[in-house]
């Protein structure tokens, strides 16, 4: 990839950092992210052949419903739009509430772009299209060890964000091709929700992320009738200030220091 | 026509907040007040995802989903035991069939 192949500024300054300047250090990191991610991309498969089925079983083309995997790349909001415009919402409002829900990324860039602070431009921008629930909950983790310079990162990062990508992909493109009529009773509807429960269990870090997780979850139940999905920002933000709160009343008990409860903080 | 456009600015508007933090913090850094917050945007963010999809696009709109709500507690279990995401499905499939056949 064009991504890791371009020669960077060296790290100055750098903690113990494992090396990867040559070519065969930058494909076994690359691999490395590739494998670390390999749990996350199969428990994706189901939900991309999920959605390539409601796809396919919708009024939704299948040029357009090929294209909007890649174009979107965002499972939950992919999802809302094919069966928005199935039952022919106004076109506005199927964009609307889909950028409610993905709202979370700009978050998560956020915090993945402090990894990255000092690469060119280009690169960044290129770094920043497979920005997802998956990607972040691997990468995040394996960067705080603080054993890769940013070299490793860009390399660990593409490997892992190319493996979960043609994955994605591939598994929609399967199921609409082959136009998979799947009965009911299997339930294939279940794999989003599945999915994404998993990835909640392991999210789950200390008592704080659980208050936000619990608020999250309880704000969008309460709120599942408000417009445009406003709902899941709604209740994303709710849950991070309970979280917040609750670490802050934690800290003015006096239980312990903050870090106690800041283990799993991002950069 | 309208799907294509309809895609491609889903498609668009979610590139801009997945780059927009890569273009604005390419030097600087957040202030170091924002790392609780950052950090509890997952949790919060998934399981509102979770609850939504759940009483969203379920097949009994309005109805409460039991079997699919029983599937996801299982899946969740187990990855909170085992720590694998992928026993998510392993978990939690057999418990959709079991209950959606017992329950309809």
Known sequence: ?267 | MNAWIVILAVGAGTYLFRAGMFVVLGRRSLPAWTATPMGLVAPAAVAALVASLLFTSGRQVGAVPVAELAAVAAGFLAVRYSGNVMHAFVAGMPVFWLLDAVVT
């Open chain 1, 1 to 267: 990839m064009s991504v890791v192949t371009q020669s960077l500024p060296t790290e100055v300054g750098a903690r113990v950092e494992r090396s990867v300047a040559d070519r065969a250090g930058v494909r076994r990191t690359m691999l490395e992210g590739a494998r670390d991610i390999t749990p996350m991309v199969i428990g994706v498969a189901p939900f991309g052949l999920a959605i390539g089925a409601a796809i396919g079983a919708s009024s939704v083309g299948t040029a357009e419903g090929l294209a909007s995997g890649p174009a979107i790349f965002a499972g939950a909001a992919q999802l809302s739009v094919i069966q928005m415009l199935d039952s022919g919402v106004t076109p506005a409002v199927i964009v609307l509430s889909a950028l409610m829900i993905n709202a979370r990324l700009l978050l998560y860039s956020a915090s993945l772009a402090s990894w990255f602070r000092g690469s060119s431009l280009p690169q960044r921008l290129l770094l920043a299209i497979p920005v997802i629930d998956q990607l972040y909950f691997t990468c995040g983790p394996r960067f705080e060890q603080g054993d890769l310079d940013r070299r490793g990162r860009v390399a660990y990062y593409s490997g892992a964000a190319s493996f979960l990508t043609s994955t994605w992909v591939a598994t929609q493109a399967v199921a609409i091709v082959a136009g998979a009529r799947v009965p009911e009773s299997v339930g294939l509807h279940v794999a989003a929700p599945l999915a994404l429960a998993g990835l909640l269990a392991k999210s789950l870090a200390d008592g704080k992320a659980i208050a936000a997780a619990v608020c999250g979850g309880v704000v969008a139940v309460i709120g599942v009738g408000l417009p445009y999905s406003s709902a899941v920002l709604v209740a994303t933000l709710c849950g991070v200030a309970a979280g917040t709160a609750l670490d802050h009343a934690a800290a003015r008990r006096g239980e312990g220091p903050r870090s106690r409860l800041d283990g799993a903080a991002v950069r």
